[in-house]
């Protein structure tokens, strides 16, 4: 009874090779498959070979069976991190090759914003000379860590108001300036930046207009290693102020830093 059974399986499975073949389409969970293949489940995944890949640039381990060059459209899931600090990094994630190297089937994303927390008053005789901008600081010790190897954008914004300058008659204009020091890892890349304080003798029996903010950038691209972790910090030093009041050292001639929109410091990956 059980050689019958045995044999009737295998005809029966014999028989429908030529349908498969005629029709070329495949269902699982479905006797009415969509497409050549079709899988019909809301609780189970599909789940794609799991290899280690060395770099996005090599297709082993990952083999043709027939032998040859590897087929153009092959799927797998990537249990593997490199660090070697080059584009050809591999993290976790479904690649597929293209003929030439595994590409990832969901883009990597990452993007981090630091921001000023307080206002800062700048002292063109500040000890040391270098202030920190609040949050952002050396004494913040503030860090950031990628999550990929390969290029990342960094944006510097730094927004610089005068404080107010001495009194005078008619119209006078003065200009307070300074530096802003963005420190990374090892790298240290300073930008100037100034803003003009107004006094005015015929508004209202003489009139200060004082912060008016003035924005100023500078932009880096730098290749950064994954998992690694860059330390980074913003400062400020202010020059001397003749024109403002105390020269621009104490009270009201101190300049503003991040009074209406802070300082940030964004990270951007680039490269996909």
Not at 27 to 45: F, K
Not at 83 to 107: A, E, Q, R
Not at 148 to 176: C, E, F, P, T
Not at 198 to 219: A, L, M, R
């Amino acid at each position: 009874m059980k050689l019958i059974n045995k044999l009737s399986y295998v005809v029966a499975w014999a028989l429908l090779l030529p349908l498969s073949t005629l029709t070329g389409q495949v269902g699982i969970n479905t006797t009415n498959p969509a497409g050549l293949l079709d899988v019909n489940s809301t609780t189970m995944g599909v789940i794609y070979p799991n290899v280690a890949l060395l770099a996005t640039d090599q297709a082993l381990p990952v083999v043709n069976p027939q032998g040859g060059l590897l087929a153009v459209g092959t799927v797998v899931y990537n249990t593997n991190t490199t660090y070697t600090g080059n584009v050809t990094d591999v993290h976790p994630g479904i690649y597929v090759w293209d003929g030439s190297k595994w590409t990832i089937h969901y883009k990597k994303r990452q993007a981090e914003l630091f921001e000023q927390t307080t206002e800062l008053r700048t002292d063109s005789n500040f000890p040391g000379d270098w202030q920190d901008i609040p949050n952002l600081g050396v004494a913040d010790n503030k860090t950031f860590t990628p999550k990929y190897s390969g290029l990342y954008r960094i944006i510097v914004k730094g927004n610089y108001g005068g404080g107010q300058m001495q009194a005078g008659v008619d119209v006078n204009v003065a200009a307070q300036e300074g530096v802003f020091k963005f420190t990374f890892d090892t790298t240290t890349k300073t930008f100037i930046t100034h803003a003009y304080s107004i006094y005015n003798s015929y508004v209202n029996s003489g009139t200060h207009y004082k912060n008016i903010w003035k924005e100023s950038y500078t932009t880096l691209y730098m290749n950064l290693t994954a998992d690694t972790t860059y330390s980074f910090s913003l400062q400020f030093d202010q020059s001397t102020s003749p024109g403002f009041v105390n020269n621009g050292n104490s009270g009201l001639g101190l300049g503003y830093i991040g009074t209406d929109i802070p300082c940030t410091i964004e990270f951007t990956y680039m490269d996909e």
